[in-house]
């Protein structure tokens, strides 16, 4: 983008007006940013985000929130993906600009569907709950009256009078605690969580909240604003969608995998077809597992099935002869002929592997994909069995795999929750004899590959997360375009900038 030099200038002395502009390292995200950007840094911003958010989701549901080993993990993640982590020196504009453009560009990629947006709502709040409460009490101050949230505190005096009510009402409260604390008078509605849990003294339509429990209403106030924003930004959805700049990018991001894509194997050719019954058993994750039994049992799979574990098999090693024969031998012992079998689906065999049609070499789905696109009808195998089975029927095909009543009421409390990939990790712990994988588990590949390491002693357990990796393009479809002229940071100019996003998130 171009500027004049009193532009220049003025867009200077905005930039370099650090304090001004980010006065704190946390907000509440009520204004959109306004400067021009790369459609690199666009997507650099949104993915470094994304990673960030799906380490919350795992971190949510692995660690009790608030402990120690929650707080450091977290911690770790902010510091490696250069987010604001504590109330760091005033020269961290850099991290706080970067909090507040990739919040603002995810908004606008989960806004799409109800789903979405009570994923994006949900990891958000987590993380604004731990960087809430690393402040220390001078900047959770500061930052309560930055954002209008001025409680009022009781005086001495009313403290004193109350003292006995509030520590009955207060739970791990004595008086010798009530007299150390700041108690605020809010009104009740803004205390709702706390009177139900009955965790507050109330009297006369307002509540005597402790400082300790402030984050709570910090957080009320958060979540209401954040959900009107996201319908609000919902309401934009057809000027999105007419943004031939955005509608790709942010389809990619809400659907998207932040790791290896397994296009290419090491193993290529290593493995054979008569190994693939006993890999199915012991390495595939119960999606493959699943795919692979329906095929032997049916001796064919419908279009989504066939991508989905084709590409699957593609990616643990399988060459194109080996893929040609596997399907061919399997197809024609059902209605399927060899020369039927030649003139139509082999086509499709070589398409995948990029040897057909616009020559694109096709990379296994991710979990975010199974997850989220083309679910199965009647008659289909494919997608995720912790998202789309039901829930008996998952538990019956639990049972079937050997897995304890115990494991099967841990994965179902995480299907249960929404928390498909966390289940597919349950899983993987349970069928390997393992108390912590040590790794976030976000494709079907990484899962095969994990578990054959495991297997043959290859891999040492670690408690860590592993997020490297490139963005990995939705482009897996049959019929899907191809990856080169998808607007992404792998074929896209730096100097290409986008302009105008805070329309998407304001009131016609």
Known sequence: MEFSSRDRQKHWRLAGDRREQYPHSLQF????????????????????????????????????RGTDAYKSKLEGELRK???????????????????????????????????????????????????????TGGLMQKFLEHVNLSFEAIDEDLKNELANELS????????????????YKVG?????????????????????????????????????KLSKALALTARSL????????????????????????????????????????????KSFPICMRQLHRALRDNHHLRHGGRMQYGLFLKGIGLTLEQALEFWKKEFIRGKVDA?????????????????????????PYCCMKIIMSNPPSQGDFHGCPFRHS?????????????????????ILELVKGMHYQLACQKYFELTHDVDDIG??????NQYFTESQKLLSGGRELKKEFNNSGNFQQKNNSQESINSSSTPTSSNTKADTELEGLEAYFTED
């Open 29 to 64: 995200y009520l204004e959109p940013p306004t400067e021009s950007i790369s459609l690199v840094e666009f997507e650099s911003l949104a993915v470094d985000r994304l990673k960030l958010l799906k380490v919350v989701e795992n971190l949510g549901v692995s660690y009790v």
């Open 81 to 135: 993906l250069k987010f604001p982590y504590r109330a760091l020196a005033e020269d961290d504009y850099e991290a706080r600009r970067k909090d507040h453009i990739s919040h603002f560009i995810l908004r606008l990629a989960y806004c799409q569907s109800e789903e979405l947006r009570r994923w994006f709502l949900q990891q958000e709040m987590d993380l604004f709950r731990y960087r809430f409460n690393e402040l």
């Open 168 to 183: 009955v009402s207060t739970p791990g409260f004595n008086l010798s605690k009530v007299k150390e604390q700041m108690f």
């Open 188 to 224: 009740l509605a803004d205390a709702v969580d706390l009177f139900r849990a009955r965790r507050v003294y109330i009297k006369d339509g307002f509540a005597y909240v402790p400082f300790k429990e402030i984050d709570v209403l910090v957080l009320n106030n958060y979540r209401t």
């Open 238 to 281: 057809p000027s999105i969608q007419s943004d031939e700049r955005l509608q790709p990018l942010l389809n990619h991001l809400s659907h998207s995998y932040v790791g290896p894509d397994y296009s290419i194997q090491k193993n290529t050719g290593k493995i054979s077809l008569d190994q693939i019954d006993a890999l199915s058993v």
């Open 339 to 363: 020369d039927k079998f030649d003139k139509g689906y082999a086509y499709s065999i070589r398409h995948s592997y990029g040897k057909e049609g616009r020559r694109t070499d096709y990379t």
């Open 390 to 410: 039901d829930p008996e029927l998952l538990k019956q095909k639990l049972q079937s795999y050997k897995i304890s009543p115990s494991g099967i009421t841990q």
């Open 439 to 444: 790794f976030s588990l976000n494709h079907p």
